[in-house]
């Protein structure tokens, strides 16, 4: 691929959305990066970016402990008040992120603490987690920061092999998923670029392996 494609599979996989003061963080569950993840999270709290936030993974691969625990007890050891974190812990993917957050939020927040929803996941998967609140949880203002643990900044996701490996992954599953209807395109945000013989292997999700969240199944 040319440098212009590969410019412009980042730009639509990895779309920059400004993060703003909101009612509500939702923290996507990790494997990768956590330290990472939690000190950015616990950044923006100590910023007054969030009031509230909903940590949503279960206990996903092969690991024994939860995801959401494990991010929610870090995020209190720097700093981030028990009080300020409602735990979702049985999520397996990104469609059940999205709509257990969004069960979770309507039954213990009122409706002015969940006006507004500040997104938290992984740069690679950025799109793929816009994309499925714009299904599930249309009803919030959203804003994003999306957090890059890999080696190399953004703008050079294709010269690290796995930052390379996640991105094009991201690129070839949406359109699949889209058909089946288990997301919904931002208009607003750019069309997909159709580029000749970089999809070829495009993902079925109906053909696909049981979902993970890693690298971030939205089944």
């Known amino acids: ?39 950015e999270i616990a950044t923006l709290w100590h910023a007054q970016m969030f009031l509230r936030a909903i940590v949503s993974g279960g206990q996903t691969g092969e690991f024994s402990t939860v995801e959401a625990r494990v991010i929610a007890s870090r995020l209190m050891e720097l700093g981030i008040p028990e009080t300020a974190l409602l735990i979702e812990p049985t999520a397996m993917n990104t469609g059940e992120n999205v709509r257990f957050a969004r069960a979770l939020a309507q039954s213990q927040l009122a409706p002015e603490e969940r006006r507004s929803v ?23 203002s959203i804003s994003a920061r999306w957090i890059n643990y890999f080696r190399v900044d953004k703008s050079s996701w294709h010269q690290d092999p796995e930052f390379y490996a996640r991105v094009l992954g991201e690129y070839r599953k949406i359109p699949g998923y889209i058909d089946s209807g288990l997301l919904r395109e931002l208009e607003e945000l750019g069309p997909y670029p159709a580029i000749p013989g970089s999809s070829l292997d495009r993902i079925d999700p109906a053909k696909s392996n049981p979902p993970t969240t890693e690298p971030g199944s939205v089944i």
């Open 1 to 39: 691929m040319t440098n212009e494609e590969l410019e412009a599979i980042g730009d639509y996989v990895m779309p920059e959305i400004p993060a703003t003061r909101s009612d509500l963080a939702l923290i996507f569950g990790t494997r990768h990066g956590v330290e990472e993840f939690c000190a």
């Open 118 to 140: 500040l997104a938290v996941g992984k740069v690679c998967s950025a799109r793929r987690y816009l994309m499925t609140l714009r299904r599930h949880w249309p009803e919030p």
